[in-house]
């Protein structure tokens, strides 16, 4: 799906006179494609370290999945998807068309094989590797973050109130507590509340709410938007470019990578990084890689900031989805559709959280909303491709599903140490392209 920033315009980047290199002239010292925000943190980290970064994308800077997220620093969320307890929950949730989980009928033998790989990836001798992979990959992500906001002056688009899950049963509640005491493992502050307490953390709450879970460590962001431009507006200042454009396939031998354009014109580079999201198996198959990656369509929208005071994220895990309050607009999303890549949008499913958010909050006003869907890049173990191709000079950088503004800066380090022949700071093999 190509689409333009809100206002109908190209972003400001893609408006200037073509450089040498985008006339096809020269050759790219690193090339990336994917301008969302994974593909940005390596851009910028490999920009720090001196090198030279052109980035590729199809319609601008944090315009398509990146631009819509729930806008959640995750840092706590450790326990992969694939282990959340997901497929006991699928024949309840499938039973709901509009559900925290849908899947097309016309889609599901064309999804069969990813979901019996997440079946097996969710059995219990994989937990502990999948736990610690994933803890891992958090703390780096933090670490990562807070030194990049820092460094590219973005600190106070940072926003740390915490967040609030609820359940509406004592079952319910009882159901989370083994997930959270694996999080005490990882040394993740939280603590259970009720009544006023509750209250006063997030007032005008509906009774329906027995309990919630306070975790004061989550964090958020203004806006994910505008936080991934400017990022990208540090990058430019030490020197990245982009380019607007779609890129059809790419090439790759000993002497580099070749990516050659919809208007049949090629760059060539040195180093090539996949970071497409949802499109970078497609362009994984142009190299031999087949990696089972799917896609988990997200919905939300975004109602005018005075549509009800939320003080913090608001989460809702037994209906599949978050209200979080942004600088600019108030945002309920997220449930799972797993319907690929073509498929029209089915915004009923985003008014159906919305009447929920109704319900859960009353007093919300929900006029003046903008509707959104996006694709998150999904593996059926729940860990994103962090590495090598099997060609040479390719690294591939996808497949965060939920979690890739969390771990976008995280990825970007790993992918710069790779770049640059250092040794990564955690072991990559739970993220190898090569393991399925």
Known sequence: MQENSEDGRRPSSALRA???????????????????IIGICAATLLSEAGRSVTVFDRTGICEETSSGNAAAFAFSDVLP????????????????????????????PKLLPWLIRFWRAGAPKHYEASLAAQAGMMRLAEAEWMGLLDRSGTRPMLREDGSLEFYESEAEFRASLPGWAERQRFGIGFRHVEG????????????????ATFVPGWKT??????????????????????????????????????????DGSRRTAKKLLIAAGAW?????????????????????????????????????????FVITPLQTGLRVGGAVELGGIERPPNFARSKAMLEKAKRFLPGLDPS?????????????????????????????????????????????????????????????????PQRF
Request: proline share 9%.
């Open 18 to 36: 073509p450089s040498p290199r985008q006339r096809g002239e020269g050759r790219e010292d690193i090339a990336i494609i994917g301008g969302g």
């Open 221 to 262: 962001v203004a806006d994910p938007k505008l936080l991934g431009k400017a990022i990208w507006a540090y990058a430019e200042r030490l020197g990245a470019r982009f380019e607007h454009t779609r890129v059809e396939r790419i090439e790759a031998d000993a002497n580099g990578a070749t990516i050659i354009l919809a």
């Open 196 to 211: 006023e307490e509750m209250a006063a953390l997030q007032p005008g709450l509906s009774p329906r709410f027995v309990k």
């Open 368 to 432: 003046g909303g903008r509707e959104w869907m996006g694709y998150r890049p999904s593996l059926p173990d729940s860990l994103p491709v962090i590495g090598t191709a099997r060609a040479p000079n390719v690294y591939y950088a996808f497949g965060h599903g939920h979690l890739g503004l969390t771990q976008s800066a995280a990825t970007g380090r790993l992918i710069r140490d790779l770049v640059l022949g250092q040794t990564p700071p955690l072991d990559l093999t739970p993220f190898r």
């Open 81 to 108: 998807l694939a282990h959340k307890g997901m497929i006991r929950q699928l024949p309840k949730w499938l039973a709901d068309p509009l559900g925290p989980l849908t899947i097309p009928p016309a889609y599901l």
């Open 280 to 320: 970078s198996h497609l362009l994984a198959r142009n190299l031999g890689d087949r990696i089972p990656l799917e896609t988990e369509r997200g919905y939300n929208t975004t109602l005018p900031v005075s549509a009800f005071d939320v003080r913090r994220q608001l989460i809702f895990s037994g209906h599949g």
